[in-house]
């Protein structure tokens, strides 16, 4: 059977500027604040959904309870922790990346999805880019690959120069060369088709 490793809590409980009843909004399993909790019926032990799923990943069993329940039965979690839950104020989890904000833990997962702090990689040179500077990144990065909207030639932006207006027109002919063929050989094989003597 394999051992559940302990993951990175998916909201650390360095992040909440107003931590209130920790024990009570605390994750079992990752020891982080409880993100989209679900609560065991048997023994009312809490835990986050990444948490469950995680567990259920890496050991391909139903999740079970940390307090030995016979069986995880999942139940509604407690008004009383999601309201605590809604009290706080988080900050986003790409504030290394330079983003200033402190939200409600309900408007936490909204944000942090269209936040422009958070990293997207390029195409091209593979770099990790603030999603607020992607798009000049992108759209000057001499490795991201172009498509010529004449012959359909991939190439990295850096030899633009060379995929001159010549070499463009020598693989349209070279393309039309192989279209043509493809088209004679199944003229010929129609013809093959309807009068089989020849």
């Keep these: 059977m394999a051992v559940f490793t302990n993951n990175e809590p998916y909201l650390k409980k360095d992040r909440v500027e107003n931590l209130i009843y920790p024990e009570l909004v605390g994750c079992s399993r990752c020891q982080g604040i409880l993100w989209i909790p679900k609560v065991c019926r048997n023994c ?15 050991t391909n069993e139903t999740f079970r309870c940390s307090n030995n329940c016979s069986q995880f039965m999942e139940r509604g979690t407690p008004q009383a922790i999601l309201h605590i839950l809604s009290m706080l104020k988080v ?4 504030t290394s990346n330079g983003c200033e904000e402190t939200l409600s833990y309900n408007g936490l997962e909204t944000h ?10 390029c195409s091209g040179c593979q770099q990790e880019i603030v ?25 990295e932006r850096q ?14 002919l070279r393309q039309q060369k192989q279209k043509l ?3 004679e050989n199944q003229v010929n094989s129609l013809m093959k088709n309807i009068n089989p003597s020849r």
């Excluded at 942090?112 to 990689?121: P, V």
């Design 112 to 121: 942090e999805e269209a936040c422009g702090y958070r990293l997207k990689t």
């Design 131 to 155: 999603k607020r500077d992607f798009q000049s990144h992108h759209s000057t990065c001499p490795l991201v690959s172009l498509t010529c909207s004449e012959c359909d030639t991939v190439y």
């Design 91 to 94: 900050k986003c989890r790409y």
């Design 44 to 58: 009312e032990t809490a835990y986050c959904s990444p948490c469950i799923k995680a567990w259920q990943l890496e």
């Design 159 to 172: 030899n633009e120069q060379k995929h001159t207006e010549i070499i463009c027109l020598r693989i349209q």
């Design 181 to 183: 063929t493809q088209l």
